[in-house]
């Protein structure tokens, strides 16, 4: 059945906590759909990512759709970056044709990787939709198969990878070793909810 936007939203955030936890980290969770700037912090050894959390219970999503007025798609995709803080992370969740007994789809990416891979589509003319895997059929993309990148998939490697060295972090990512305090409601996805992954 068709989630409302309210529940897309909360279950991609819920789902988001237990794989970060599930991929050895602590979690602090600001419940409540479109909080400001980021939705969850997800820390590891006093190292702390600001998550960003994007669910959609259709096939892609629509990033930087409201930047393409006036403006070419890749300006579109730097507009669309310009916007976004470069210490936050992304994390895209999926529920499109995956029935309540099988796993969402979950990737992560940064907000560079996403305005870039967004001016490869349409062979290059760029896209607004960050699709999941379509190849139109007609148009000027015809032929062209829009995927999110392998590499993207939420996996212990990816998460990993993701995660700053210390020293790295002093000089990159220092705006996420703020202490934050989480809201007094704030709860952690059980585990169970993705056992089945």
């Known amino acids: ?18 794989l970060f936890a599930r991929a ?18 997800a820390m ?3 190292i702390a990512l600001q998550v960003s959390v994007k669910a959609s219970q259709y096939d892609g999503w629509g990033l930087i759709q409201s930047y393409k007025k006036g403006r070419s798609y890749a300006e579109a995709a730097d507009a669309w970056l310009a916007d976004q803080r470069e210490d936050v992370l992304f994390c895209l969740v999926c529920f499109w044709e995956r029935s309540l007994d099988m796993a969402p789809l979950a990737f992560l990416a940064t907000p560079r990787e996403i305005a ?10 760029g896209t607004t939709i960050l699709y999941i895997d379509y190849t139109p059929g007609r148009g000027i993309g015809k032929g062209f198969q829009h995927k999110i990148p392998d590499s993207w998939g939420f996996t212990q490697a990816r998460v990993d ?13 220092e705006p996420t070793t703020t202490p934050v305090t989480p809201r007094a409601d704030a709860r952690v996805a059980p585990a169970a909810f993705v056992a089945h992954l």
């Open 1 to 18: 059945m068709p989630l409302t936007s309210h529940q897309v939203q909360v279950a991609g955030e819920a789902l988001a906590a237990s």
């Open 24 to 41: 050895g980290c602590d979690v602090l969770v600001q419940y409540g759909p479109n909080q400001p700037a980021y939705d969850l912090v």
């Open 44 to 46: 590891r050894e006093g």
């Open 116 to 125: 870039e891979h967004h001016k490869t589509g349409k062979h290059g003319s």
């Open 161 to 173: 990878a993701l995660f700053p060295k210390k020293k790295e972090a002093k000089q990159a990512l």
